[in-house]
């Protein structure tokens, strides 16, 4: 049989190659081997080492010295260390896997811990709020702290008041819509830092309609805007700016 | 199966083939055993994973530095035929541990490891602290001396 052409490292290592047919976990001495098979000269080598092997087996083992065969263990097995199973590939990859999966869970109960009633709704509105431009508002001049009785005369909405820490800041425009879920929303824009404030229905008990009511302001934060919600009389109202929280948190200081 | 680190037959064999006299042999196996088991008697296993064949190989070294060398010689090297195999059935155990404990060192510590087929090359490498040039060598020129030697003690089977 025709053999391939070997280097002078294989042949190297052929001179040493095992002389069983068990499975070779050296990689080049596995490579050496398949490359050799078929050629007479290793066919012959291996046959001599076989036989050598077998003819060192049936070395007898005197009485005196079987006797030490069930002595106890001389060798201690290795040492288990917290570096060598690091070093285990499957236990890196499922470290690997375990430390993403607990950074997704802690990154989303961080998100969700400062939920409210209500958070939801804010956060769409939020996307909404960087997305729209002031001319698709119908254009207003006024205080903002009047609108709520536009809102009321003109769209019927009860409760849609701007709350005293925002009263007295300029309108540019204002406009009323309704979301995917059939909710009325108010939205105005405020000259004062291209705020916009949005007022919308509370979110409320699915069994008895009551509404689910949360004190004071909380904030909320999406695609680089911040929102400051509060409710009041069953409507939600969010003032809302590009910017973090600390860029909010005076105008809400300023009455208290 | 026995653990590797220390199969204890494979061992007393280690020392017959290293020093081709069974007395000898058994001498360095239990001298090698005894201290092995001193150590663990003080709580001290040996974390050398290939310690006991180490520790035996030396005192194989120094057991044969007391015997009479023979005069290096030439030594014949024959291509190895399909009927080697053959022609070793023939012979004793006892022959061959004469014929590899007559090797000049480091050959004899090589070939005694490796017909152990106990250890892979790597391990051999590491034990009788040889380069894989000078391993490959030892046995190459260790299978044809062989040889030679079996044409000469076994007639070659004529082929047909």
New interface residues.
């Given amino acids: 049989m025709k053999t391939q052409r070997l280097s002078r490292r294989q042949?190297?290592?052929l001179?040493?190659a095992?002389?069983?047919e068990e499975p070779i976990?050296?990689r080049s001495?596995r490579s050496a081997v398949f490359r050799a098979r078929g050629s007479?000269?290793f066919?012959?080598?291996q046959?001599?080492?076989?036989?050598?092997?077998?003819?060192?087996?049936?070395?007898?083992?005197?009485a005196?010295?079987?006797e030490?065969?069930s002595?106890?263990?001389?060798?201690?097995a290795?040492?288990w260390t917290w570096r060598k199973m690091a070093r285990n590939p499957a236990v890196l990859a499922v470290g690997i896997a375990v430390l993403v999966i607990a950074g997704v869970l802690i990154f989303y109960f961080v998100s969700r811990l400062n939920d409210f009633p209500g958070s939801a709704t804010a956060r769409k509105l939020l996307t909404l709020a960087s997305s729209t431009r002031s001319v698709l508002l119908d254009p207003i001049n006024a205080d903002a702290g009047t609108l709520g009785d536009l809102f009321f005369m003109k769209h019927g909405l009860e409760h849609y008041e701007v709350p005293p820490e925002f009263a007295d800041f300029r309108t540019i425009g204002c406009r009323v819509f309704e979301d995917e879920e059939s909710r009325r929303i108010a939205q105005i824009w405020l000259a004062e830092k291209r705020m916009q404030l949005f007022l919308f229905p509370a979110e409320r008990n699915a069994k008895t309609g009551a509404v689910l009511r949360f004190p004071g302001w909380r904030y909320i934060q999406q695609e680089g805007w911040t929102g400051a919600v509060t409710e009041h009389n069953g409507v939600c109202f969010m003032a809302a700016l590009r910017g973090r929280e600390n860029d909010l948190a005076p105008y809400l200081a300023e009455k208290q | 199966m026995p653990d590797r680190k220390q199969n204890l037959p494979q061992l007393y064999r280690f020392c017959f083939l290293m020093l081709g006299d069974s007395r000898k042999a058994q001498e360095v196996f239990h001298t090698t055993l005894r201290e092995a088991a001193l150590r663990a008697a003080h709580g001290e296993l040996l974390n050398e994973p290939f310690w006991l064949f180490r520790e035996a190989r030396w005192r194989c070294l120094e057991e044969s530095k007391t015997d009479l060398e023979a005069e290096p010689l030439e030594m014949k090297e024959h291509e190895i035929t399909p009927e080697a195999s053959m022609q070793i059935e023939q012979f004793e155990p006892t022959q061959l541990a004469v014929w590899i404990s007559a090797a000049p060192e480091p050959q004899r510590t090589a070939l005694a490891l490796f017909y152990l087929n106990e250890f892979d090359y790597r391990e051999i490498l590491d034990l009788a602290e040889l380069k894989l040039s000078e391993l490959s060598r030892l046995l190459a020129s260790g299978r044809r001396q062989f040889q030679a030697w079996l044409n000469t003690m076994v007639p070659q089977v004529p082929k047909v």
């Fill in positions: 042949r190297t290592l001179n040493c095992p002389i069983d976990r050296d001495m007479n000269e066919a012959n080598q046959s001599f080492d076989r036989a050598m092997a077998a003819l060192v087996d049936a070395i007898p083992i005197p005196e010295s079987a030490w065969f002595a106890k263990d001389f060798v201690s290795s040492k």
